[in-house]
């Protein structure tokens, strides 16, 4: 084997993690484009909902999702504006670790432990704050 033959093994090798959650997520993606959330029927409700009769943190996300797969983002902003945020910063991360593993690069960092805890506020104070009065708009 040469070394480009080599290279590109490895390249190859390096792309896969990558490249399989790429799809995944493109499936996924795929399926709730074709299958509208909006028609009863299709998806569960959410459990949370069913339960309390207060939104979560996620409600409204898989119509977010089919509205962006549509390319309807002011829909998609006014269902769940967290995973329209979450979707972007997701992909962000999605194309540095493509790009390192393309490079052939370790990664080199990790997210600190505030980052995770500022996290879980957040998507916590989502969840309360879109079932408050002066939150309706976070409502789906």
Known sequence: MTVLESAGVDRARAMRNPVLSAAAVLGATAYVGAVDPNQSGHYPTCPFLFITGRYCPGCGSLRAVHALAHGDIGAALGLNVLTVLGTVVLTG?????????????????????????????????????????FGAALAP
């Not at 493509?98 to 997210?111: I, K, L, M, N, P």
């Open 93 to 133: 991360i999605w194309l540095r670790w493509a790009a390192r593993s393309w490079r052939g690069e370790a990664r080199t960092t990790v997210a600190p432990p505030w980052v995770h805890y500022g996290l879980l506020v957040v998507v916590l104070a989502f969840g309360v704050v879109r079932n408050l009065p």
